[in-house]
């Protein structure tokens, strides 16, 4: 994959969207994803962070083929929050270990619901 609009289609496709639905999820029309695709027009700096961040993917790999393609940063921001609760449990009695996670269980299942 050499260029940015193969590197999008890719992506696009591996993440399961349609160009209809990737715009659609940025707030473009589906010619802009065509014409990024194509590699017929120099993509916007907003244009390409919103698809970063809905497909999940590395903004350099995108770009100019840098890196891996996946973000590894929402991964590893996720396992500093894990292990931040961890710590923070780790100091707690089992009661107290056991309420803090029936806790988290109700605030997920609300959350769900909203």
Not at 27 to 50: H, Y
Request: with cysteine.
């Amino acid at each position: 994959m050499n260029t940015l609009g193969e590197r999008l289609n890719y992506a696009r496709k591996k993440s399961g969207y349609t160009q209809d639905s990737l715009a659609e999820a940025i707030g473009v029309s589906r010619g802009v994803i065509f014409n990024l695709e194509k590699n017929k027009t120099e993509p916007q700096a907003i244009v390409i962070n919103a698809i970063c961040q809905t497909l999940k993917i590395n903004k350099d790999w995108l770009t100019n083929g840098i890196g891996d393609m996946e973000n590894s940063s929402d991964i590893s921001q996720s396992a500093k929050i894990l292990a931040e609760l961890y710590d923070v449990a780790k100091e707690l009695s089992e009661d107290e270990q056991l309420y803090l996670l029936d806790t988290v269980k109700a605030l997920k299942q609300r959350l769900r619901r909203n």
